[in-house]
């Protein structure tokens, strides 16, 4: 009966003037009979208002009491896993940075097990939430992905540019350069972050609508599906050609993403190409153990095909190994954990609007070959003047620690630095 209102009321429930009529109604229908431990009586967005607010309670990680004025006391056993809360928590609570962020996510499924933030010295874990962080680099990922599956390239193809490569002025995106280019693999220019490369891609390759196509694919544009407040990542449409190549090579600050949806878009390339609904909350009770709502693994259709994924996965790989991130991932043949695991990341580094603040991304994740088992990771730090920490290092901590057996891991975060 509560379903058939729910589906009823469809055309308005994104109304808040309608949300509080439609718990009562449900409340009506459990005390009317409805049957004890029917799930899914809430949903997704009636948690968001629920819960705003009480994020800082769900990452500890330990079941949260709550009261609602219509449906009673209940309780949320969160999905976060304490132990990698605990250590990201304690990683960044020492910093001086502006502010800093670090998501972990189960790609297979989308349970979000690490929610971690820092801001103004202070842990708030809403900053992992936040979608005003220039994207960065980070678009690189869509622009390589479109021209792997609709430029019918692979990582090993050449492309030309001219001056230097991480600039990008008007002159190195003319169709007919002035001066005779230089010729570099896509794998090497997205391990290295080239922008002259990927901003040529974007405009005379991909073109604006493909672009904008594959960046709503993988999460720019459009609502997020979660429990807690998510704004959705901003991208902006180019009116020139310049802005075009901006866009594509991730050199603008009007394409802005949160550290969640970083983790998202990394998971579906080795995810078979399917993006995956995020969730935090594993299930919500009543005091008579009746469920009201069970978070569960929602993935997308096929959105990018599983030849691309393997060839953005080499990509991912060499950005570790030979580009912008081999120096915090360094002798990984002495690691003992993550010489085991497959690894892949992409980097971003840009200034802020008025130049006052520094964005350092990575995303990437690890892989076991044996189990199968692979975790996303997305870590943001917005520095002043002094750089106090390295995201990518940072990360590579955490996929240490996600992957340790945990009767060996350390129990302090501080031990590992």
Same mark, same amino acid.
């Given at each position: 009966?509560?379903?058939?209102?729910?589906?009823?009321?469809?055309?308005?429930?994104?109304?808040?003037?309608?949300?509080?009529?439609?718990?009562?109604?449900?409340?009506?229908?459990?005390?009317?009979?409805?049957?004890?431990?029917?799930?899914?009586?809430?949903?997704?967005?009636?948690?968001?208002?629920?819960?705003?607010?009480?994020?800082?309670?769900?990452?500890?990680?330990?079941?949260?009491?709550?009261?609602?004025?219509?449906?009673?006391?209940?309780?949320?056993?969160?999905?976060?896993?304490?132990?990698?809360?605990?250590?990201?928590?304690?990683?960044?609570?020492?910093?001086?940075?502006?502010?800093?962020?670090?998501?972990?996510?189960?790609?297979?499924?989308?349970?979000?097990?690490?929610?971690?933030?820092? +801001? @103004?010295?202070?842990?708030? /874990?809403?900053?992992?939430?936040?979608?005003? *962080?220039? &994207? #960065? %680099?980070?678009?690189? =990922?869509?622009?390589?992905?479109?021209?792997?599956?609709?430029?019918?390239?692979?990582?090993?193809?050449?492309?030309?540019?001219?001056?230097?490569?991480?600039?990008?002025?008007?002159?190195?995106?003319? +169709? @007919?350069?002035?001066?005779? /280019?230089?010729?570099?693999?896509?794998?090497? *220019?997205? &391990? #290295? %972050?080239?922008?002259? =490369?990927?901003?040529?891609?974007?405009?005379?390759?991909?073109?604006?609508?493909?672009?904008?196509?594959?960046?709503?694919?993988?999460?720019?544009?459009?609502?997020?599906?979660?429990?807690?407040?998510?704004?959705?990542?901003?991208?902006?449409?180019?009116?020139?050609?310049?802005?075009?190549?901006?866009? #594509? %090579?991730?050199?603008?600050?009007?394409?802005?993403?949160?550290?969640?949806?970083?983790?998202?878009?990394?998971?579906?390339?080795?995810?078979?190409?399917?993006?995956?609904?995020?969730?935090?909350?594993?299930?919500?009770?009543?005091?008579?153990?009746?469920?009201?709502?069970?978070?569960?693994?929602?993935?997308?259709?096929?959105?990018?095909?599983?030849?691309?994924?393997?060839?953005?996965?080499?990509?991912?790989?060499?950005?570790?190994?030979?580009?912008?991130?081999?120096?915090?991932?360094?002798?990984?043949?002495?690691?003992?954990?993550?010489?085991?695991?497959?690894?892949?990341?992409?980097?971003?580094?840009?200034?802020?609007?008025?130049?006052?603040?520094?964005?350092?991304?990575?995303?990437?994740?690890?892989?076991?070959?044996?189990?199968?088992?692979?975790?996303?990771?997305?870590?943001?730090?917005?520095?002043?003047?002094?750089?106090?920490?390295?995201?990518?290092?940072?990360?590579?901590?955490?996929?240490?620690?996600?992957?340790?057996?945990?009767?060996?891991?350390?129990?302090?975060?501080?031990?590992?630095?």
């Amino acid at each position: 009966m509560a379903t058939f209102i729910a589906n009823a009321l469809s055309p308005i429930r994104r109304c808040r003037l309608f949300s509080a009529a439609l718990l009562l109604l449900m409340a009506l229908c459990l005390a009317a009979g409805a049957p004890a431990g029917a799930e899914d009586i809430l949903q997704k967005r009636h948690l968001a208002s629920m819960l705003d607010g009480l994020a800082p309670r769900m990452v500890a990680g330990r079941p949260v009491q709550l009261s609602h004025p219509t449906l009673g006391r209940m309780l949320l056993e969160p999905t976060v896993d304490s132990y990698l809360q605990n250590l990201a928590e304690a990683w960044l609570k020492p910093l001086k940075s502006r502010r800093a962020a670090i998501v972990v996510v189960e790609p297979h499924s989308g349970r979000v097990l690490a929610l971690a933030g820092l +801001k @103004k010295r202070r842990l708030d /874990p809403k900053v992992a939430l936040d979608a005003n *962080s220039p &994207a #960065a %680099s980070l678009f690189k =990922v869509v622009t390589a992905a479109a021209a792997l599956q609709e430029g019918e390239l692979e990582p090993a193809s050449h492309l030309g540019f001219v001056g230097r490569p991480h600039t990008l002025y008007r002159f190195q995106l003319r +169709k @007919k350069p002035k001066y005779r /280019p230089r010729l570099v693999t896509l794998e090497r *220019s997205f &391990a #290295a %972050s080239n922008n002259p =490369v990927f901003a040529r891609l974007g405009i005379f390759s991909l073109g604006r609508d493909t672009l904008e196509d594959y960046a709503q694919l993988l999460g720019w544009g459009r609502s997020l599906s979660f429990e807690l407040p998510l704004n959705s990542s901003r991208l902006v449409e180019p009116e020139t050609k310049f802005a075009l190549g901006e866009m #594509a %090579s991730g050199f603008n600050r009007k394409t802005t993403m949160s550290p969640l949806h970083a983790a998202l878009m990394v998971s579906v390339f080795i995810n078979g190409g399917r993006f995956p609904q995020p969730f935090m909350v594993d299930r919500l009770t009543t005091a008579r153990g009746e469920v009201y709502y069970r978070g569960r693994p929602s993935l997308s259709p096929e959105l990018i095909t599983s030849d691309t994924c393997q060839d953005m996965q080499e990509l991912f790989a060499a950005t570790i190994k030979v580009g912008t991130a081999r120096r915090a991932f360094r002798r990984l043949w002495r690691d003992r954990v993550l010489k085991h695991i497959e690894l892949g990341g992409k980097t971003g580094t840009i200034r802020g609007p008025d130049r006052s603040e520094l964005y350092e991304w990575f995303a990437g994740y690890g892989r076991e070959p044996i189990s199968g088992r692979s975790l996303a990771v997305a870590v943001l730090v917005v520095h002043g003047k002094i750089r106090y920490a390295n995201p990518k290092r940072l990360a590579r901590l955490m996929l240490r620690e996600a992957f340790r057996p945990r009767l060996t891991a350390h129990k302090k975060g501080r031990a590992l630095f």
